[in-house]
Nanobody, 125 residues
Framework: VQLQASGGGLVQAGGSLRVSCAASGRTLSMYGMGWFRQAPGKEREFVAAINWSGGNTLYAESVKGRFTISRDNAKNTVYLQMNSLKPEDTAVYYC???????????????????WGQGTQVTVSS
């Protein structure tokens, strides 16, 4: 599975941005999908995840209520809608795919099998 993240950019605090993750090589319908982010000088952290059917989602406390993860299996694409952005959301955002039809999607990086290259999101104050 090859994952291509896109949609990052520069946005002012309070603004919105949607990043996408398109897959090729294999259908994503049997994979849990997650978004992680890494800010300069910090470790990669979990942001959000969605299970294979889209029926269950998980969010980091820091983004709950502001970010929404969704997927379109027909388009082989996963999205992360980010609203009310804050400067501390500035990071490189990575999408990842985890094999398996789990009821709850995984939230640990080691549980994911494939990773995209990342897209930069910068939130100015």
């Amino acid at each position: 599975v090859q994952l291509q993240a896109s949609g990052g950019g520069l946005v002012q605090a309070g603004g919105s941005l949607r990043v996408s993750c398109a897959a090729s090589g294999r259908t994503l319908s049997m994979y849990g999908m997650g978004w992680f982010r890494q800010a300069p000088g910090k470790e990669r952290e979990f942001v959000a995840a969605i299970n294979w059917s889209g029926g269950n989602t998980l969010y980091a406390e820091s983004v709950k209520g502001r970010f929404t993860i969704s997927r379109d299996n027909a388009k082989n694409t996963v999205y992360l809608q980010m609203n009310s952005l804050k400067p501390e959301d500035t990071a490189v955002y990575y999408c990842a795919a985890a094999r398996g039809t789990y009821y709850y999607p995984p939230k640990e990086a080691y549980e994911y099998d494939y990773w995209g290259q990342g897209t930069q999101v910068t939130v100015s104050s």
